[in-house]
């Protein structure tokens, strides 16, 4: 009976690994909801850097990031100490090569390997491709800077599960990108997520970037 048990419970760890679309965290703080006490006691931070990060949110690239740190006059060296603590994820499958290679460690080779993947169906096979252009520690390490996008036609609750550390898996949105399938078209997406979003319409901005609408 403890054999049974122990085989369950590891079938349902692999199918829970198998439904993560947002990289395994190991701790980053997301910029758009990060609370103010969070940032502060970021490394290089200080607080122009931090209201000009706010007063420009929805912060929808890294690379926009970047470049507002870089006129609040912190150096090259120390946004990438701070982006081994806080990141704007990117789309594993969509994201440009200046997004990736902002990531910490990020080299020519394990971006050719990101790109060679794509599209990435699962993390499980991120790992042990990326993991062969560097090594498995590193391919893991990657993989919290990163997301799969969700598709809005076929999502499951342990998908969108994976993303509620960033405001984007929570029960709200589960229940209304549920209510509106099928989704066809960034127009109904924009309309229907719009009003639920009405005391801060840039929102849907933040939330579009993690989806696809897939068939």
């Not at 007063?55 to 006129?71: F, H, Q, W, Y």
């Not at 924009?190 to 696809?212: A, F």
């Amino acid at each position: 009976m403890r054999k049974t048990l122990t085989l369950t419970a590891a079938g349902l760890f692999a199918a829970s690994a198998a439904s993560a679309q947002l990289g395994k965290q190991q701790g980053l703080v997301e910029p758009n909801v990060a609370a103010d006490t969070t940032l502060q006691k970021l490394p290089n931070l200080n607080a122009a850097a931090i209201e000009a990060l706010k007063s420009a949110k929805p912060l929808l690239s890294i690379v926009t990031v970047d470049s507002i740190l870089g006129t609040k006059g912190l150096t090259k060296a120390q946004r990438t100490d701070l982006y081994g603590k806080m990141f704007v994820h990117v789309d594993v499958n969509r994201g440009s090569d200046a997004e990736l290679m902002l990531i910490p460690g990020m080299d020519a080779k394990k971006l050719a390997a990101v790109k060679a993947g794509r599209p990435w169906k699962s993390f499980a096979q991120f790992n042990t491709e990326v993991g062969k252009a560097s090594s498995p520690a590193e391919a893991t390490r990657i993989e919290q800077y990163v997301f799969i996008p969700i598709g809005l036609n076929t999502f499951t609750n342990e998908i969108m599960d994976t993303f509620a550390s960033i405001g984007v898996g929570t029960s709200r949105w589960k229940r209304e990108f549920n209510e509106y399938r099928p989704w066809k078209t960034q127009e109904q997406f924009d309309r229907e997520i719009g009003k639920y979003v009405r005391g801060n319409p840039t929102e849907v901005k933040r939330l579009w970037r993690y989806v696809i609408i897939d068939q």
